[in-house]
């Protein structure tokens, strides 16, 4: 189905809207922006309710039509979820603004300066599917760093999405924030309406599967920031602490398999492996947890299904856990960086000369040594929230907070200077003093 004319003049006058609105939340100050995001979190708590009834309806229907398992996961949104999102709405206000840090400060000549200062980047585009929570971690994080918004949820949580840009907007209807900074869409195909408004738009953000982020990356000319699969995977070293081993693995796979920085695979060291296996199998086990090894481990656990080369290669983001024996660290490592999404991977171990050799050698943006996978989080980090999960090489990389949102300027002030005086035989040299 393709949008119509008019429907397209419209998305294009809702771009216009949220560009303007973010020039002039981009001059704001920090306390104006503080106090906005009190005023979100105030009206989301004020619409808990309808929001949450919201998801409920969304709930119902995705199940009327058959959502798979992990996404229904994300889709639901409680009351103890909400009331975290809106603690980490509050400690987004409590972080350093972002906005006009001079990060270069340097006279060129005599009365010629030069800055370098942080700056918004100007209007958002965030693509999301399930999590409804996640459009108020996004919103939270846009207005403080100057920001605009437009954001499209999944289909299966468009009610949720609804109640809670409502709640949104209306909270910043009594602030310095113009509402329409922060816009929702509801169709898919604005979807690609919204990925050619490179007039408009500075950055897509989507958030999604592997093959759904590759398509907006070879459907848009706007700089895209996301992750693909989260292909995590946790290393049990020969010199692991048995008991800690355990703990981390379970927590890593069975405290929320849906999320992301779950793990997918769980690499054990020979040495150790007749020892650490059939304990963490028994334990996954009672957990419900599905083991498909490699031919090593079904040497020890022979009641577990064979895994196939597909299987490295899967986010399960379910109940499932693929289990192979290496032979050394160094095979550990090969393993991971060629069949790892770079998101994160962790090993276990008490030799610190391995815990060393991994961290530097892992390529992932988050490389942990003896805690869980699933501290891989915005607001773990202490970021009060995340756009997302960069898994590209280039920085920003892991969860996005604020300095992901933010670029810098050139500013330079002079009086009457000219370039040919630093230029020729006779040319005057520069100072280049830091103050």
């Given at each position: 189905?393709?949008?119509?004319?008019?429907d397209?003049?419209?998305?294009?006058?809702?771009?216009?809207?949220t560009?303007?609105?973010?020039?002039?939340?981009?001059?704001?100050?920090?306390?104006?922006?503080?106090?906005?995001i009190?005023?979100?979190a105030?009206?989301?708590?004020?619409?808990?309710?309808e929001?949450?009834q919201?998801?409920v309806a969304?709930?119902?229907?995705?199940?009327t039509?058959?959502?798979?398992?992990?996404?229904?996961?994300?889709?639901q949104?409680?009351?103890?979820?909400?009331?975290d999102?809106?603690?980490?709405?509050?400690?987004v206000?409590k972080?350093?603004?972002?906005?006009?840090?001079v990060?270069?400060?340097?006279?060129?000549?005599?009365?010629?300066?030069?800055?370098?200062?942080?700056?918004?980047?100007?209007?958002?585009?965030v693509?999301f599917?399930?999590?409804?929570?996640a459009a108020?971690?996004?919103?939270s994080l846009?207005?403080?760093?100057?920001?605009?918004?437009?954001?499209?949820?999944?289909?299966?949580?468009?009610?949720?999405?609804?109640?809670?840009?409502?709640?949104?907007?209306?909270?910043?209807s009594?602030?310095?924030?113009?509402?329409?900074?922060?816009?929702l869409?509801?169709?898919?195909?604005?979807i690609?309406?919204?990925l050619k408004?490179?007039?408009?738009v500075?950055l897509?953000?989507?958030?999604?599967?592997n093959?759904?982020?590759?398509?907006?990356?070879?459907?848009?000319?706007?700089?895209?920031?996301?992750?693909?699969?989260g292909?995590?995977?946790?290393?049990?070293?020969?010199?692991a602490?048995i008991?800690?081993?355990?703990?981390?693995t379970?927590d890593?796979k069975?405290?929320?398999?849906?999320?992301?920085?779950?793990i997918?695979?769980?690499?054990?060291?020979?040495s150790?492996?007749?020892?650490f296996?059939?304990k963490?199998?028994?334990t996954l086990q009672?957990?419900?947890?599905?083991?498909?090894g490699?031919e090593?481990?079904?040497?020890?656990?022979?009641?577990i299904?064979?895994?196939?080369?597909?299987d490295?290669?899967?986010?399960y983001s379910?109940?499932?856990l693929?289990?192979?024996?290496v032979d050394?660290?160094?095979?550990?490592?090969?393993?991971?960086?060629?069949y790892g999404?770079?998101?994160?991977?962790?090993?276990?171990t008490?030799?610190a000369?391995?815990?060393?050799?991994?961290?530097?050698?892992?390529n992932?943006?988050?490389?942990?040594?003896?805690?869980?996978?699933?501290?891989?989080d915005?607001f773990?980090?202490?970021?009060?929230?995340?756009v997302?999960?960069?898994?590209?090489?280039m920085?920003?990389?892991?969860?996005?907070?604020l300095?992901g949102?933010v670029t810098?300027?050139?500013q330079?002030?002079?009086n009457?200077?000219?370039?040919?005086?630093?230029?020729?035989?006779?040319?005057?040299?520069?100072?280049?003093?830091?103050?």
């Amino acid at each position: 189905m393709t949008i119509s004319g008019e429907d397209l003049s419209n998305l294009i006058a809702v771009a216009k809207k949220t560009r303007l609105a973010a020039l002039k939340l981009a001059v704001l100050s920090t306390d104006a922006k503080n106090q906005a995001i009190e005023a979100i979190a105030q009206a989301l708590e004020a619409a808990k309710d309808e929001i949450l009834q919201a998801n409920v309806a969304d709930c119902e229907r995705a199940t009327t039509e058959g959502i798979a398992k992990p996404l229904y996961k994300r889709l639901q949104l409680d009351e103890h979820k909400l009331r975290d999102t809106i603690t980490g709405v509050r400690d987004v206000g409590k972080l350093p603004d972002p906005v006009g840090a001079v990060q270069i400060h340097r006279e060129l000549d005599t009365g010629l300066i030069l800055k370098r200062v942080t700056c918004p980047l100007g209007v958002l585009g965030v693509i999301f599917e399930a999590r409804p929570e996640a459009a108020i971690q996004i919103v939270s994080l846009a207005i403080k760093s100057g920001n605009g918004i437009i954001l499209k949820g999944g289909k299966e949580a468009t009610r949720s999405c609804e109640a809670i840009v409502k709640a949104i907007k209306q909270g910043l209807s009594q602030t310095a924030v113009n509402p329409d900074a922060v816009q929702l869409l509801t169709t898919r195909e604005e979807i690609l309406e919204l990925l050619k408004l490179d007039k408009y738009v500075d950055l897509i953000i989507p958030r999604g599967s592997n093959s759904f982020v590759r398509f907006v990356q070879e459907n848009t000319r706007i700089p895209v920031l996301g992750h693909a699969d989260g292909i995590c995977h946790l290393y049990v070293d020969k010199a692991a602490d048995i008991e800690k081993a355990i703990a981390i693995t379970v927590d890593a796979k069975t405290g929320y398999p849906a999320a992301c920085n779950a793990i997918e695979t769980l690499l054990v060291h020979t040495s150790i492996a007749e020892e650490f296996l059939p304990k963490i199998a028994e334990t996954l086990q009672k957990l419900n947890v599905e083991l498909r090894g490699d031919e090593h481990s079904r040497e020890i656990l022979s009641s577990i299904a064979a895994a196939i080369e597909e299987d490295w290669e899967t986010e399960y983001s379910d109940l499932i856990l693929s289990i192979k024996v290496v032979d050394s660290l160094q095979d550990a490592i090969a393993h991971i960086n060629d069949y790892g999404s770079k998101h994160t991977d962790a090993i276990v171990t008490e030799d610190a000369e391995a815990a060393e050799t991994f961290l530097a050698l892992v390529n992932a943006a988050g490389v942990y040594h003896n805690c869980s996978t699933r501290f891989a989080d915005g607001f773990r980090y202490g970021f009060g929230a995340e756009v997302g999960i960069s898994t590209q090489q280039m920085p920003p990389r892991g969860p996005v907070g604020l300095e992901g949102l933010v670029t810098y300027k050139y500013q330079m002030s002079g009086n009457g200077h000219i370039v040919a005086t630093y230029t020729g035989a006779d040319a005057k040299p520069f100072i280049h003093r830091d103050l």
